[in-house]
């Protein structure tokens, strides 16, 4: 078996493993990524758009904002929309008033490009299409991983693994008798990409008693919308025409057009909270979604995979420069509050916007949307939660 040597081994090199390994880097920590899919394939992966306050200005500290300085597009909060019988009201949500923070619009897939290219120049070594991953002797001072590269058996020996593998990779089962929480939604989303410009200036999120709609954008000439659909719906149910008029009567708004366009990309998303714990066993730190899963609702997935990094990265350069565990032993019961804040979250966007067919919740719904939309208590919650707190919170 081939043997390599490294201080921190990084399983999966989507935005979470990435942006350690940069942070890790900057501290004189060197690591190594191994991924099971071809760079192009993480390239490519579509996901939400939106990053809060502190993951851009945490971009910002590093040097990887210039991009998105040019070609995001900072927005000062939301608009909330219903329809209560056949009448359409839509409010803004000032976020920059509300808590002076702001958040930008600036697809997951464009900050892993600009992640990969500073890996490139760093010359930062990740393996992709790696198979067989699997963790070794985490209770031990010698963790390892265990893979095949191009028909290989490699060990990658480190001081530290840190499982950024997501909710299939192999990180997360490695930690025994893990506590779990799971809800899964009765509705999914219907999500497409259409080469149209956005007919709003800030994103929609639309309640109707048909059932959810979002209007988000990629940038002046692509737009990103968003259905609320059965669960196990298939996409061959859904024409062009269907999602048109889907969307149209969802947004509906005296005054208000829906402009369409060509449609380049469509999928059916599950929605789901999943939360583990600990995130530490050992040697092996959890980050990202290898230890929670948020529904899209509040677009929290990435930022909060970059929170969960932001504050593993001190820790690991404190106790491997420095000997000092401290931050590494804290950083399980730091990190889990904050994943709990954007579950709870993420779980009253998703229940206040998405359509159950039951009267009771119908009402409830349009109340919270109406307390939020025109009380200032109510708005900040929502403001202060979208726009993000602080990290370590
Ligand atoms: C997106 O642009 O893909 C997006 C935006 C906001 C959300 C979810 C998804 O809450």
New binding site residues.
Partial sequence: MHEERTQVAIVGAGPAGMLLAHLLDREGIESVVVETRTEEYVASRIR???LEQSTVDLLREIGLADRLEREGDEHRGIHLQWTDRGHSERHHVDFVDLTGRSVWVYGQTEVQKDLVAAARERGQVVHYEVADTALHDLETGQPSLTFTRDGEEVRLRAEVVVGCDGSFGPSRGAVPDPRTWDRTYPYSWLGILADVAPSTDE?IYAWHPEGFA?H?MRSSTVS?F?LQVPNDTALDDWSDDRIWEGLATRFDLDGWTLQTGPITDRSVLPMRSFVQTPMRHGRLFLAGDAAHIVP????KGLNLAVADVALLAPALVAWLRKDDASLADAYADTAVRRVWRCTHFSWWMTTMLHATGDPFDEQLQLSQLRWVTSSDAGAAGLAENYAGLPIGF
């Fill in positions: 939400a758009g939106i994103l979002l988000s990103r968003y899209p609702t509040g677009a």
